[in-house]
């Protein structure tokens, strides 16, 4: 008799122990869930960055500006005041500068770590978006290439 009662106690132990696994499976899977889904906004963030700034290349078409685009790192570029108002009209210069600044400030607020590159080679205009991607437990940028 004592034999059965002690056997009911360790089926409860056992019981208790699979449920405790399980449920240490289950807060590993959401954290990873989290990480990835961080990790994919990061990455819709980039995306929309890269067409952001091919939106304003598109605005500002004039050799000028596309040389601007081109030459200029986009940490190097200054805010220009005057392209701020609808009264005063900017150059094509001027206006390309002021994008990169305006667009090298969003792309390092919004992610992490992030830089941004644009490349010109055989007519084609390449806009590269990186940052760390501390989700995918790399130690190096994660990048997307528009």
């Known amino acids: 008799m004592n034999m059965i009662k002690g056997f009911t106690l360790i089926e409860v132990l056992i019981a208790m122990l699979l449920l405790a696994v399980g449920l240490l499976g289950l807060a590993g899977l959401q954290a ?14 980039a995306t929309e960055l890269a ?5 304003r290349m598109r605005a500002n078409s ?3 500006g596309l040389a ?7 940490t190097n570029a200054v805010a220009q005041v005057n392209c701020m108002t609808v009264s005063t009209r900017c150059t094509s210069d001027i206006m390309a500068q002021n994008d990169l600044y ?14 941004g590159t644009i490349a010109f080679l055989a007519s084609v205009y390449t ?12 130690s190096f940028a994660t990048s997307f290439t528009l």
């Open 32 to 45: 990873n869930s989290l990480r990835n889904t961080q990790s994919a906004y990061n990455r819709s963030l």
């Open 102 to 115: 305006q667009w090298n400030l969003e792309v390092n607020s919004y992610l992490p770590s992030g830089t």
């Open 127 to 138: 806009i590269t978006v990186s940052w760390n991607d501390g989700a995918t437990n790399l």
């Open 68 to 74: 601007i685009y081109v030459s200029m790192p986009p």
């Open 51 to 55: 067409y952001d700034l091919a939106d």
């Open 62 to 64: 004039s050799p000028v």
